[in-house]
Nanobody
Framework: QLRIVESGGGLVQPGGSLRLSCTAS????????IGWFRQAPGKEREALLC???????NYEDTISGRFTISRDNAKNTVYLQMNSLRPEDTAVYYC????????????????????WGQGTQVTVSS
């Protein structure tokens, strides 16, 4: 069974940092595009950033400079490093990939991804 699982969420104070992990089973993330998304209560799921096959990245302007994405192929894992967290970053965070290797470059669009994790909750509060 092909799965991706997010982990690393939790409660953090404003200004703090968290690193989320997205780990695949049943297939390799190497060579695939991966995106990170989030959904806050009552809001649409929004794209944050993504990593392409060549490890180039795209970022949503609102998080640029605070969030970074990276991959560790040996661990079959992609990371989302989040710094300078704000209360408005509170949301469920999802990673996603496209199982067929169709795209070289990732886009900040849900339609490009066909396999999603279950999400991990991030709460930023004092």
């Amino acid at each position: 069974q092909l799965r991706i699982v997010e982990s690393g969420g939790g409660l953090v104070q404003p200004g703090g940092s968290l690193r989320l992990s997205c780990t695949a089973s049943g297939f390799t993330l190497d060579g695939r595009i991966i995106g990170w998304f989030r959904q806050a209560p009552g809001k649409e799921r929004e794209a944050l950033l993504c990593i392409s096959r060549d490890n180039s990245t795209n970022y949503e302007d609102t998080i640029s400079g605070r969030f970074t994405i990276s991959r560790d192929n040996a661990k079959n894992t992609v990371y989302l490093q989040m710094n300078s967290l704000r209360p408005e970053d509170t949301a469920v965070y999802y990673c996603a990939t496209r199982v067929p290797i169709q795209f070289s470059r990732c886009r900040l669009s849900r339609s490009q991804y066909d396999l999603w994790g279950q999400g991990t909750q991030v709460t930023v509060s004092s």
